[in-house]
């Protein structure tokens, strides 16, 4: 059976998406009744932590796990505050490790991500760490107790697509925890070919969000999703620098 359990969790849907950039957030709710999505990314700072104001959370369904980031955080110290206080705010024990200090590119920070992953998941954290694909650095990360790892396909918001295709590739060789793409993609097509590479799942927000119908785009990554994994399943065929007929070219005409 194929199966994806992450933190002791097993998961039916294979894309998670993220809450941020829809021109109108009730939109969310559609997106996870007509694909599926168990698993929707929530900055923090977007989060009210004393139940009014303008809250994200009325936005997403009660039956998703919300996976809070530390969008904002610059150190481990800092993304260990956040996630702390996600988890007094009742948005559970899930956390989206995210630490960046470099503001043009927007590039995890590896080292300080690791710092942050550790000291999480000792204190019973879920800890999915969004990196720069690095195999060392992913390893250290699966060490320091990491349910997940989530390089980027491309720089974040970018919708460039899998630019980093041959070093995940190798993450999804060698990691025992799974590997989850976010960042950087922007069509369904490439969602499909993370997952026809073993990837076990994507996230996706900004090439939904920004769409034209952002309801139709979401399910064009499910479906696109459930393909690539469906084809990584099936093993495809070897290929081959030289043309080979799917049918016999001669004979068929002898008597």
Not at 74 to 85: G, Y
Request: net charge neutral; charged share 25%.
């Amino acid at each position: 059976m194929d199966r994806l359990v992450i933190g002791g969790r097993e998961l039916k849907s294979r894309l998670f998406i993220g809450s941020g950039k829809f021109a109108d957030e009730s939109i969310i709710g559609d997106i996870v009744a007509q694909t599926g999505v168990e698993i929707v990314t929530v900055a923090l700072r977007r989060v009210s932590l004393s139940g009014d104001g303008d809250n994200i959370l009325r936005c997403i369904p009660k039956e998703c796990v919300l996976l809070p980031n530390t969008s904002g955080a610059r150190t481990a110290e800092e993304a260990i505050r956040i996630a702390r206080l996600a988890r007094a705010a009742g948005c559970g024990d899930w956390v989206k490790i995210e630490v960046i200090s470099d503001n043009k590119y927007l590039l995890p920070d590896n080292n300080e991500t690791i710092k942050a992953t550790r000291v999480l998941a000792e204190e019973g954290f879920v800890v999915l760490p969004y990196m720069h694909p690095d195999l060392y650095a992913a390893k250290e990360l699966e060490r320091a107790g990491a349910a997940a790892v989530m390089p980027l396909g491309a720089p974040i918001g970018t919708n460039r697509g899998l630019k980093t295709k041959e070093i995940v590739r190798i993450l999804i060789e060698e990691c025992r925890v799974p590997v989850i793409v976010d960042a950087g993609i922007g069509k369904p097509s490439e969602a499909a070919e993370a997952m026809e590479m073993g990837a076990a799942a994507c996230l996706v927000n900004t090439a939904i969000a920004t769409a034209g119908n952002p309801l139709v785009m979401a399910r064009a990554f499910s479906q696109a999703v459930e393909a690539g994994r469906l084809a990584y399943l099936a093993q495809p065929g070897e290929t081959t620098e030289y043309a080979r007929a799917s049918s016999p070219l001669t004979g068929f005409l002898r008597s």
